[in-house]
């Protein structure tokens, strides 16, 4: 984990060993950009150490982005095999940097892993080593009692935007489909949900949230609230889940909806689009386009028949196609071949 991460401590809770290492991320901070290469190489070097004080087999990288893995690999002479995990949509990124990634990726891992079939779309199509391993449901599986969906005329239709407050994840298309949804629809109500993650952009892009809410008169049914961990609870509370990102690789927001059976609308912006069927588990609407966000919103307001069909059908969708032991059932299918050298 990277120095001083807020992370590293939840893992320890939860029984792993750490350790830290001080990564350096390129910016456009000129030190950042002088410190990255010779903290790359010494890091390398630390991870090799580790990996053979450890008699690690295999060196999983969690971030497309992080080329520690294959310095490592590189001092140790090949012989610890590199598996990369590629988690967001490297389309989105500058290519400048992607571009050389993705070879790297494809040349100096053993195996490259992606979340979604969106992400593996950038890869080379051939290329042997490329695969998608969904992310599985949620480990704690459903606490709660199932959901149940209200449709009872005249009652409030409560929608929930589940998403850390940052420009791209969507919540200002929300806004406005919402703006547009209610003038037809005044039973409807909005709440937003997520952290700023302590970052001034972030606080800023949710300021500007709440005062186009209060300029469009919406104060009184649109809400603004932070980060909650109760995420089952949450989206139980609600009728409909909205998820309008300009670009998503896979959401676990829209998969955690699914699975506790609260119907979903999300934006054609890459994995969402596989975690369901449209228009038998959900509704996809065109990305960015907020008429059709609204559309499908008070469509699926106005219908409880079809909120019903969608809960139940989108539970047993994603508990086929993402069930767990599929999941690590392939990554110990692969750590396996990486480990003892078997050519799949």
Known sequence: MPT???GSALLAADGYHVHELPFVEISRRPLDLLRY????????????????RKRAAVIH??????????????????????????????QV????????WRWLAEHAAQQVLCVSEAVRGYFTPAHACIRTVYDPLPASGEKLPPHIVQSKNGQPVRLLYLSNYIRGKGQDFALE????????????????VGG???????????????????????????QFEGFTA???????????????????????????????????????????AELFENEKSGLLVANR?????????????????????????????????????NTYEVLGGLYHSLIFNVVD
């Open 4 to 6: 001083a991460s807020t």
């Open 61 to 90: 990288i969690n971030d497309f982005y992080n080329l520690t893995g294959y310095v490592a690999r590189w001092l140790s002479l090949g012989t610890i095999p590199v598996l990369t995990h590629v988690r967001f949509l490297p």
């Open 289 to 325: 386009d907020v008429e059709a966000m609204a559309i499908a919103i008070n469509r699926l307001a106005a219908d409880g028949v079809l909120r019903a069909q969608f809960s139940q059908a989108g539970r047993q969708f994603v508990r086929q196609k993402f069930a767990p032991s």
């Open 196 to 222: 700023d993650m302590g970052m001034v952009k972030n606080q800023e892009f949710r300021n500007e949230l709440v005062g186009t809410a209060k300029m469009k008169g919406l104060s009184e049914v649109v």
């Open 37 to 52: 290469f010779p903290m790359l190489l010494l890091n390398g070097w630390r991870l090799k150490r580790l990996a053979r």
């Open 177 to 192: 489909a919402f703006h547009l949804a209610y003038t037809r629809n005044p039973n409807l109500r909005l709440h937003f």
């Open 230 to 272: 109760n995420t089952e609870e949450l989206i139980k509370a609600h009728d409909i889940v909205l998820n309008f990102s300009e670009a998503e690789s896979f959401s676990l927001t829209c998969l955690d909806a699914l699975y506790y059976g609260v119907p979903l609308i999300a934006s054609a912006c890459g994995g969402p």
């Open 93 to 100: 990124l500058p290519q400048l940097f992607a571009r050389p």
